[in-house]
């Protein structure tokens, strides 16, 4: 498909899903002022009803995952690796299910944390990743002020020793990030310049190499560790309850060079960087001449125009081409004059598709070559102020980017726009440049006088000298002048700064402050494999369809979410991405995941990510975010994009995911395709590298899909494949139809927009996706869903509670999910065409701030079920919100065994079976 998917699989985007903006603030510490209680309910449907889960119910009920008594966190010692790679302590291996809190979420009171850890406990939660708590000031951070942020406040501490106290003695282990959004504000230790970084993730950066702020950061990784919990009687170094320490959140130099966060460093923290840069530069070359030769400095004669009637004057637009997708509607034609009197061309686009890239205006037939320099320029405007993007690109499947392609920000005025010169790191015979980003917002868009051509100088800028230490730090944009061989040594610059911060943190918490946890760097995606194979457990994050703001980052009334079902898109799917950046002899951790409210299809979340963590049989999943909140515990309605605990879908489905994974019902990959992934290799991937995704197994020319098969693992210095290992060569991938090598678990997208996932064990049965009328047979039993509002999606799941099969004496869970809502909630096609409930699949949906008001509302699902079970006694419960026995199902006795039906008239989302 043309152009870029807006619906991202990402590792985290920071956008992700950790990061936080002034928006935020107002969503989650003032959630009330994200209701709709003016707004009519757009079609409440008879298959809706309401369903809220209590936020502090921990009764013994059927879903209750913890029905024997519950050993406290850290009973049998400390978490370690065993000899395998996986978590362990000393009874044997062990599995994390969890959930972060965030801000105002990490200090409840007392009587709270009392009863949030017992509900956490009873969804099989086992533990908590405490994350954003060194943003603000009490009560929504760690601090007594952050005017400047030095000292630790009393009173939230108390908090946190009390919740993780409480959490500990219901089982729940703790994971503390150090360094996530603390805005380092400059006190008597920085120097003046850190004031004029006005982004908390950029000064995070400058805090991997200045010295002043690595400093603050041990100062605040002791105070918080070698502090003594008075309800446990321990230092958080001491406590096996503490199971990781994470030392910085999605953050890397080399990430912050791609994401363009080192292009504007104030005048003392780039002189720090171009010192150190420098004094790197003269240990590796004795000269000027000796750096030019071994960077490729060459300068190109100018050459001829590429474009073909870039400047319009051959009097029509052709062989310019216009892109039109989805319900993108738009024209072109010759309008005006652009600068100069030269001719212009406009752009008028009359209707949005759902995408960004849904229309585009671009010329192909370019024959592009690597290490070449190329200039761009032209003329645009538009008639309101809007961000159009610039770029080359293939002209043919998979048409991926080459290597540039640039934001431009037009006004209602001409401006000139120049880009010159640049490298491309791909030579492409059939190539195009590309104006896109233009299928969201109707409008018109003007270009005049656009021309490419090669020419100039490549690998230094005019001035640069070694003698004099005048080499300048490459940034994101003006290293597009640089040649590979400079861009390598940029890259071993950044990877030994980063590697001396990330080898001094991890020392002085297990030497210094003498942790006994288990450490974390960041995510594989911000980092390297190798950097951080330093470290005791390999990161991921991710997040399917997160929220997009196309104007200005975390715009809370201005933003879209693609309302896309994942299970539609194995080549994309989330799952996937995370299968390549497990590294072997490690365990493995998703510390943050999710598919971003309020996508309608969010009740696959954890379905799928249980399923294949399995498959690769990873160690940690930590969902993003049980809450964001300072208190409204009982919110009762869907409060965001990310927050669980009051979303009533995702926190059922937390019942037979969890099962699954911490009780191991779904069985390991049998092969494993590793991937030899030395440091030294590196290097050379960065080259075609960007942020949020640095290098990873799919660097190395692997099928992603492949994880859906096997189990997937990197194979980094200091470790040999194993001799039966497959290589990436020997898997022949499908298309569409993807079963595991256990042949448990089966991905069905055979059927465009109708994609169905099964699992099938022993002890949990899921089927997700699109699977109305159609009949899945299982051992034992067969199940038939029904229609449903979503055009037959539905997620539905069997759980084995006790006993060992449907046919023997036991007791099964049923969970049934579809769509969700809040009640007179707000719907748009964005940016602000109303649609009905439930919005249309592919969409790009908004809520502004209309999220709805409380109760929520879930819809209830039809579907048969049969069971062969001709001599047993069979009783069906439709549940309460609690788990609590609220209405018995009728079970008739039919040839073969028995049959019952679930629909939405028992305004369930779980039933109980018990065979006797």
């Known amino acids: 498909m043309k152009g870029n998917f807006s619906c991202i699989k990402i590792d985290t985007f920071i956008l992700t899903p950790g990061i936080i903006v002034l928006w935020i603030l107002i969503l989650f510490l003032f959630p009330g002022c994200l209701t709709g209680n003016s707004s009519p309910d757009q079609n409440p449907g008879k298959e809706l009803f309401d369903f809220v889960i209590p936020w502090d119910d921990d009764s013994k009920t059927a879903i209750n995952v913890h029905q024997e008594p519950i050993s406290p966190a850290g009973k049998e010692g400390f978490i370690i690796v065993n000899a395998d790679g996986h978590l362990a302590d000393r009874k044997g291996r062990v599995r994390f299910w969890g959930v972060n809190t965030c801000f105002g979420a990490n200090f409840p009171s007392h009587k709270d944390a009392e009863k949030i850890a017992r509900h956490m406990a009873k969804f099989g939660i086992n533990i908590v990743r405490f994350h954003h708590m060194d943003m603000f000031p009490a009560p929504n951070g760690i601090w007594e002020s952050t005017s400047p942020d030095r000292i630790l406040d009393n009173k939230q501490l108390d908090k946190l020793d009390y919740f993780i106290f409480q959490l500990k003695q219901n089982g729940i282990y703790a994971d503390l990030n150090l360094l996530v959004s603390r805005p380092f504000h400059r006190g008597t230790e920085l120097h003046p310049d850190i004031e004029k970084v006005k982004d908390w993730k950029d000064r995070a950066v400058i805090g991997m190499f200045d010295e002043d702020i690595i400093k603050l950061q041990k100062r605040y990784a002791k105070d918080l560790l070698t502090h003594k919990n008075p309800y446990t009687g321990q230092t958080y170094t001491e406590d096996p309850a503490l199971a990781f320490i994470e030392i910085n959140n999605e953050n890397g130099l080399i990430h912050a060079y791609l994401n363009g966060q080192l292009d504007d460093l104030p005048g003392y923290y780039k002189e720090e960087l171009e010192t150190l840069w420098n004094n790197w530069l003269k240990k590796r070359y004795s000269n000027q001449e000796e750096l030019e030769e071994a960077w490729n400095v060459t300068a190109y004669s100018p050459g001829n125009e590429m474009l073909v009637n870039g400047d319009f004057t051959a009097q029509k637009v052709q062989p310019w081409n216009l892109e039109k997708h989805d319900t993108a509607r738009a024209t072109t034609e010759l309008a005006g004059k652009g600068p100069g009197g030269n001719p212009a061309v406009k752009i008028d686009i009359t209707a949005p598709g759902s995408l960004s890239w849904h229309i585009q205006f671009n010329q192909s037939g370019l024959a592009i070559q690597k290490n070449v320099p190329y200039n761009l320029k032209f003329f645009a405007k538009a008639d309101k102020e809007r961000v159009i993007t610039a770029g ?69 800028v005019p001035g640069e000298n070694l003698e004099t230490g005048t080499i300048e730090c490459f940034t994101f944009q003006k290293s597009r002048c640089r040649t590979d061989e400079g861009k390598k040594d940029w890259f071993r610059f950044l990877m030994e700064r980063e590697e001396s911060y990330w080898t001094g943190m991890r020392d002085y918490i297990k030497k210094e402050c003498k942790a006994q946890s288990l450490v974390f760097g960041t995510i594989v995606g911000c980092s390297t494999p190798s950097l951080m194979s330093g470290f005791d457990v390999i990161d991921s994050h991710s997040y399917w369809c997160h929220p997009v703001f196309p104007h200005q980052s975390w715009d809370y009334r201005d933003w879209y979410v693609e309302n896309q079902c994942m299970i539609n898109f194995p080549e994309r799917a989330t799952v996937t991405g995370l299968s390549m950046k497990a590294v072997q002899g490690f365990p493995h951790a998703v510390s943050e995941y999710n598919h971003s409210h309020p996508n309608t299809f969010q009740a696959e979340t954890f379905f799928l990510l249980a399923a294949y963590a399995s498959l690769q049989d990873w160690d940690v999943l930590i969902p993003f975010t049980y809450s964001h909140r300072t208190n409204e515990w009982g919110a009762g309605r869907i409060p965001n994009y990310f927050d669980i605990d009051q979303n009533p879908v995702k926190l059922a489905s937390f019942i037979p995911a969890a099962q699954a994974f911490l009780k191991y019902h779904i069985q390991p990959a049998r092969k494993q395709v590793s991937i030899p992934f030395p440091g030294d290799k590196e290097i050379e991937l960065l080259l075609t590298a960007h942020a949020w995704k640095l290098v990873d197994a799919s660097s190395k020319d692997i099928d992603e899909r492949t994880g859906l098969i096997h189990r997937v693992r990197l194979i980094t210095d200091g470790r040999e494949p194993d001799t039966h290992d497959l290589e990436p060569g020997d898997v022949s991938v499908p298309d569409r139809v993807f079963e595991s090598d256990t042949k448990e678990i089966l991905w069905d997208a055979s059927k465009p927009g109708k994609g169905v996932f099964t699992v099938n064990t022993e002890k949990t049965i899921f089927i997700a996706g699109f699977s109305a009328n159609e009949t899945f047979r299982f051992q034992g039993i067969t199940i038939q869903p029904g229609n449903t ?6 997620c539905i799941a069997l759980t084995l509670l006790e006993g060992e099969s449907p046919g023997k004496p036991s007791r099964f869970l049923i969970t049934a999910l579809g769509v969700e809502d809040n009640n007179h909630s707000k719907w748009y096609k964005y940016p602000d065409t109303p649609v009905p409930f439930p919005p249309p699949s592919g969409a790009a949906v908004t809520q502004k701030e209309y999220y709805g008001d409380p109760p929520s509302r879930v819809e209830g699902i039809s579907a048969q079920f049969t069971l062969s079970v001709n001599d047993k006694a069979v009783s069906v419960w439709a549940l309460d919100a609690k788990g609590g026995r609220q209405g018995e199902v009728p079970v008739a006795r039919k040839e073969g065994g028995i049959r019952f039906a679930i629909g939405p008239e028992y305004k369930a989302v779980w039933y109980e079976i018990v065979v006797e």
Not at 789 to 794: M, N, V
């Open 392 to 460: 080359i690109a293939m002209a043919h499947s998979p048409w991926q980017g080459l290597g540039f392609q640039a934001n431009v920000s037009l006004t209602k005025e001409w401006q000139e726009f120049v880009f010159s010169p640049f490298t491309l790191h791909t030579t492409d015979a059939a190539s195009r440049l590309n104006f896109s980003n233009m299928g969201l917002e109707t409008g018109a868009v003007w270009l005049s006088g656009v021309s490419l051509k090669q020419g100039g100088t490549i690998g230094i």
């Open 789 to 794: 509002l979503q055009d037959g999606f539905s």
